[in-house]
C-alpha cells in the first residue's frame, strides 16, 4: 500500500485487476525497471530484495492488460528500511577488571533477518580482527607495553546487505606488581648477632630478583624462592634500623615491603627509634 514500511528481504506486490474483457497479464515493475508478470488471479509478485538494496523510498508499478490490449497501470511508493544486525557483548562484562599481561577472550552474539557476513572487534578503536562464523569470538593479548586504566572494547556486526550494528564496553586493566612480605624478622622485633631475614615474593608472571637493604646500604639478592639473606647484626649501630626488600617480576614491575627492628649486641652508637604502627 501507498507509504508503507518494510523491512523484509521478499517484498510481496499483489494487484487487484478486473476487465470485462478479462485480465491477460499483470507486469510488476521495480524502480521502472521489469521484474515479473502474472497471468492468473490474485496477481502477485515476490521481489528477493538484492543484497545491498539502499534504504529509502522505492517506486512499485503494474501493468495490467486485458485480452483486447487495453493497458492501465497503478503505481505506489514505499519506504525500504532494512533491520540493523542485533549483536552484543557477551563476555567479558562491562567493568571488568584485568591485569597484565593476558589475553582476554571477546565473545559475541548477533543475529540478523538475513545472513550475517562478519563481527569485528576493536580495542579503543584499533581493529583487531573478524569472525564469520558462530560463536563470534577474538582473543585480544594484552601486551606489559598495553597501558593501565581504562580501555574500550568494540564490536561490529555486517549483514548481507551491507547494515551494521554495535556494541561496547569499558573495561580496565592494572598492572600487576609482585606481592612482597618480610615474614622474619617482624616488624618491631627486637634482634641481634646474625639475622635471617626471610622474604615471601610472589607474582603471576614469576619473581625475577628479590634485592635486600639494611637502611641505604645494599645487603645482597636472591633470585629462587625460598627467598632469604643472612646479616651480621654485630657489625650494624645498635638502635633501630629499617629492612626492605624489593622485588622485581618478569615484566620489570616492582613490589617492595619494609620492617624496622632493633639492634643489640652491635657497635656502641645508637639509632633513633622510628614511629611503629
Known amino acids: 500500500v501507498e507509504g508503507a514500511v518494510l523491512s523484509t528481504t521478499v517484498i510481496t506486490i499483489e494487484a487487484n485487476c478486473t476487465s470485462p474483457n478479462g485480465i491477460s497479464r499483470v507486469n510488476f515493475y521495480i524502480d521502472g525497471g521489469y521484474v515479473g508478470y502474472d497471468t492468473t488471479a490474485p496477481y502477485s ?9 539502499p534504504n529509502g523510498r522505492h517506486l512499485a508499478s503494474i501493468v495490467a492488460e486485458d485480452s483486447a ?3 492501465r497501470y497503478d503505481t505506489v511508493i514505499f519506504t525500504f528500511q532494512d533491520a540493523t544486525p542485533q549483536i552484543s557483548i557477551s563476555s567479558p562484562s562491562n567493568g571488568t577488571t584485568f591485569h597484565s599481561p593476558q589475553s582476554i577472550q571477546i565473545e559475541a552474539t548477533a543475529s540478523d533477518d538475513v545472513d550475517m557476513e562478519q563481527v569485528a572487534f576493536y580495542a579503543d578503536g584499533m581493529y583487531l580482527g ?3 562464523s558462530t560463536p563470534y569470538s ?7 607495553t598495553t597501558p593501565a586504566g581504562t580501555h574500550y572494547l568494540e564490536v561490529r556486526a555486517k549483514d548481507k546487505n551491507g547494515r551494521e550494528h554495535y556494541d561496547s564496553i569499558m573495561v ?3 598492572e600487576d606488581t609482585p606481592q612482597v612480605t618480610i615474614t622474619t624478622p617482624t616488624n618491631g622485633s627486637t634482634v641481634s648477632g646474625t639475622v635471617t631475614i626471610n622474604v615471601n615474593a610472589v607474582d603471576q608472571t614469576g619473581i625475577y630478583r628479590v634485592y635486600t637493604y639494611v637502611d641505604a646500604n645494599y645487603l645482597g639478592y636472591d633470585s629462587s624462592a625460598p627467598y632469604s639473606f643472612s646479616w651480621d647484626s654485630s657489625t650494624t649501630y645498635n638502635g ?3 629492612l626492605t626488600v624489593y622485588a622485581k617480576d618478569q615484566n620489570n614491575h616492582w613490589g617492595y615491603a619494609q620492617v624496622w627492628v632493633n639492634v643489640t649486641g652491635g657497635t656502641t652508637a645508637t639509632g633513633t627509634p622510628p614511629h611503629i604502627d
Open 69 to 71: 490490449g487495453t493497458k
Open 240 to 242: 633501630w634500623h629499617l
Open 138 to 144: 577474538y582473543s585480544w593479548t594484552i601486551s606489559q
Open 172 to 174: 580496565f586493566l592494572t
Open 130 to 132: 573478524y569472525d564469520s
Open 45 to 53: 509478485y515476490n521481489y528477493a530484495v538484492p543484497d545491498g538494496w
